[in-house]
């Protein structure tokens, strides 16, 4: 008789990395069995969800997640391969769309449109469906969609606003504004013709609903608020950009203080940690003139800018407060920027940022009331490649060269953008004694561009929480919001959400009919109870069989 056994798995550490031996077919039969218990006791989460949140790493592709992933292993001494993220062990995966109705591959302002509204819209404007028109102030006013924010302070939650870029900017602008042009975040950037017209993304944040009742927004963009003969508060050779005249900061105060409301105004990383949540219902901090700063070049000193994980920690705990739950959402804004420059350091320590985030939220929220939503709202032409060793660095060169040049190269490299330089005698830069882990380095792209593109592949969705079965297959991008609705039986998802929940308590409390014969029902229900204890019994039994035995012949 066979007897099979499951080989040790021996840890030690050569150079800080952490190699694993005995990876033999038992170690990765017991892996697989250890992941189809897991699948096997599949318990659905049905219940209503009371609180939402969508976190959204700009530009974060397939790509952008595995080599961080790695990134992450490999700060932790491991190979890095091997590593998990957090959202990575979320149950259910799925792939997401993200093309515009006009275009191959996503902007931002749209693909942002669609994931948080439902509705896909065209290339670079905000918060509109198809009929609205780019650069077209007129456009607007028909096209005009209700959007995730809408729906919950329908219903009463609070809402929240928690980025790494210009508040104003493409994607958390698609959260409360509507706009022909994703650019006209302030009045300068709109035409002259159009300025009577149409309201800058500024002015919808401060003045409009749902902008006016968000209660927590943190980022990035004070020029957009401050007028342009006024100097920044922080960065004094900076102006604002407003032709107005108006400062929309004080306005906002104003507003706040008109409806007697607990409000709170910071600009510095030494005010934010000050701000008491339990006395603050309302919070508008902007840390930059501009776009924050990337997680490596990040300041955290008094004068200085919180993280997107600490921005996180403090949007919920304000946001709890409301007994009736709220949505709250998360970028990861500069993801999308450093990759755009063919910066792959600055790109994959954003993103680990965000899963920073993440991280907060789930240490400050239960799965049976907080449905999470972790995806992207489009991709880069960003590749990995080559052939390298496990455990080599994944900022690193190929240990192999190119059998073409015979000069080494990267394995993280693009497609198009700033990288392209063919102006050496040798066709290509030589990389042989240069430093590609530096944060600055530039990688090597095949194609010109002052700037590289987004990708047009699909992008990965994760979910937790309430309702997370329903985030699996192949998804346009528009279905996430409306998914996210539906648990929390809000939108234009309430009524079909609210039968959904009177119908499954029906079916699990219904009683026999009074008409039943008596004798029948009772032989029926021993014979269920008795099927019911069998298979209990049985998943037991598997589910302890991990503990009796660490393989069994197939």
Known sequence: MEVYTCLPIV???????????GQDRWYWYQQAKSQLLKNLDDDRNYNVAKNLILFIG???????VTTSRILRGQKMGKTGEENELAFDKFEYVALSKTYNTDSQVGDSGACATALLCGVKGRFETVGLDDS????????????????????AQAEGKSTGLVTTTRVTHAT??????????????????????????CKDIARQLVENDPGRNINVILGGGRRHFLPRKENDPRMQTDMGRREDGRNLIDEWLRDKKTRDLDYEYIYRKEDFDKVDPAKTDYLLGLFNHGHMAYEVDRDSGPDGEPSLAEMTRKAI???????RGYFLMVEGGRIDHSHHFNNAHRALVDTLALEDAVMVALEMTKPEDTLMVVTSDHSHVFAFGGYPKRGN???????????VDNMPYTTLLYANGPGYN??????????TGMNTEDKNYVQQSAVPRRWDTHGGEDVPVYAHGPMAHLFRG?????????AMAYAACIGPQRDDCERRRHTFHRQVIECPSPHTNSATTSSALVASNIFLTATWLFWTLILHSRTLSLWEPC
């Open 11 to 21: 840890l030690f550490f050569i150079n800080g990395l952490q190699i694993t031996l």
């Open 58 to 64: 700009d530009g974060m592709g397939m790509t952008t």
């Open 132 to 151: 609205g028109r780019y650069d077209k102030c007129q456009t607007s006013f028909q096209s005009r969609i209700p959007c995730l924010a809408d729906w």
């Open 172 to 197: 958390p602008a698609a959260m409360y504004g509507h706009s022909a042009s994703r650019y006209w975040e302030s009045d300068d950037k709109i035409p002259e013709e159009a300025r009577a017209a």
């Open 317 to 323: 705990e304000i946001l709890r407060k409301n007994p």
């Open 393 to 403: 660095p994944i900022l690193g060169l190929d240990d192999k060269i190119s059998d």
């Open 422 to 431: 063919h102006n050496f005698p040798t066709g290509r830069e030589n990389l």
């Open 474 to 482: 192949v998804l346009e991008q528009t279905y996430i919001p409306h």
